[in-house]
């Protein structure tokens, strides 16, 4: 079996919530998930209470316009425009979906990314499994790999990506 373990971030208010983007460079659109059920109610099941991709318990409310809704686009094309840096200018993100949540100190927090789409640097789609290994590992370049370790911090790979941990960023 595999899966994903991952702290609970308490959301602002009473009801769990998340709001997931789906990001292209002409286009944003997003929805906010809640939870009808207040996270305390003792009469439900914890499930019942924290869940965010439930029809039965959940409402979707589509998202625009606000503070909000501007700073996440904002997030998901400072993303983008990393992952084109990172890729030494090779690849552009021509879309995403990427889950958010906003925690009881109105911190914006990256839950996860559901999809992104790679294209070459002129956005067209990369088809070749090879080629979207290079965006993490780089265009293979043997005199660069060779030089490579003495210029990255010691622990660490080509690749890796650090997030911080809860309290620690604003």
């Known amino acids: 079996?595999?899966?994903?373990?991952?702290?609970?971030?308490?959301p602002k208010g009473t009801s769990n919530f998340v709001v997931r983007v789906s990001w292209s460079p002409n286009n944003c659109n997003m929805d906010s998930?809640?939870?009808?059920?207040?996270?305390?109610d003792p009469e439900l099941e914890a499930?019942?209470?924290?869940?965010?991709?439930?029809?039965?318990?959940?409402?979707?409310?589509?998202?625009s316009g606000n503070v909000l809704a501007t700073q996440l686009e904002r997030l998901c094309s400072c993303?983008?425009?990393h992952m084109h840096l990172a890729?030494?200018?090779?690849?552009?993100?021509?879309?995403?979906?990427?889950?958010?949540?906003i925690d009881s100190e109105d911190r914006?927090?990256?839950?996860?990314?559901?999809?992104?789409?790679?294209?070459?640097?002129?956005?067209?789609?990369?088809?070749s499994a090879?080629?979207?290994?290079?965006?993490?590992?780089?265009?293979?370049?043997?005199?660069?790999?060779?030089?490579?370790p003495k210029q990255r911090k010691k622990g660490t790979k080509r690749g890796d990506v650090t997030f911080g941990s809860p309290g620690k960023s604003k």
């Open 47 to 63: 499930q019942d209470r924290a869940c965010t991709n439930d029809e039965q318990h959940c409402v979707l409310i589509p998202m």
């Open 1 to 10: 079996k595999s899966g994903m373990l991952q702290s609970f971030i308490h």
């Open 108 to 127: 914006v927090w990256l839950l996860w990314c559901e999809q992104m789409e790679v294209g070459d640097d002129q956005g067209n789609p990369i088809r």
């Open 87 to 101: 890729s030494q200018q090779l690849y552009k993100v021509t879309s995403m979906v990427i889950t958010f949540k």
């Open 130 to 148: 090879a080629a979207d290994a290079r965006l993490l590992t780089g265009d293979g370049d043997e005199e660069e790999e060779e030089e490579a």
């Open 79 to 81: 993303i983008a425009e």
């Open 33 to 40: 998930c809640i939870n009808i059920n207040k996270l305390t």
